[in-house]
């Protein structure tokens, strides 16, 4: 299953190779790629396979929203954004969550703030994490999706898009539940 639509420029890695938890480098020449990025649709067992060992629930709402998640990887960071040409943090929780009829506030401090807070270690794909790394207002600055196996999703800032990446263990985050939204 191939995310192009043309061939790259000899030499140039596709999509289809990249990490998705890194970042793709600036000076790299994306016209080729499809704009925004985005991810096909997969079935329960090509995701499972994309993510072994996770625990990504594949045919259940916390796999799908996973899966929904998924589809904004690449698109750009905007702060202020709230579409597929640029997305801040919190709007990506609320476009995705919105996919399923499930209407969440807007900002980060707030989305943080509508489950009940949970440790880490009983984080489920589709919870949210929140954390408060700045002066600029009063609770969560940034907020990101749990998708299982230690890793989340998120639009991090400027100048870097969707990414997925690994919870790093000198982050400050704090759990929050989705389970009485789902």
């Keep these: 299953m191939s995310v192009t639509t043309a061939e790259p420029p ?11 938890g890194a970042d793709i480098p600036a000076e790299l020449d994306t016209d080729w790629i499809p704009q925004p990025w985005t991810l096909p649709r997969l079935t329960a067992e090509e ?13 259940g709402i916390r796999g799908k929203i996973v899966r929904e998640a998924m589809t904004w990887l690449g698109t750009p960071y905007d702060f202020g954004g709230n579409g597929r040409g640029g997305i801040d943090c919190s709007a990506l929780i609320q476009q995705v969550y919105r996919a399923f009829g499930i209407e969440l506030p807007r900002v980060s401090r ?18 949210l994490l929140g954390t408060d790394n700045s002066t600029r207002n009063d609770g969560a600055d940034h907020i990101v999706m749990y998708i299982g196996n230690g890793q989340i999703i998120e639009a ?8 997925i990446r690994d919870i790093l263990p000198d982050e400050n985050w704090w759990g929050v539940s989705m389970a009485s939204f789902l």
């Design 156 to 163: 991090p800032r400027t100048g870097l898009s969707v990414r």
């Design 10 to 20: 000899t030499g140039i890695t596709t999509p289809d190779m990249l990490d998705l």
């Design 47 to 59: 995701f499972s396979r994309a993510f072994p060992g996770g625990s990504l629930i594949a045919d």
């Design 110 to 127: 707030d989305q943080a703030n509508i489950g009940e807070r949970i440790p880490l270690d009983q984080l489920q794909p589709g919870d």
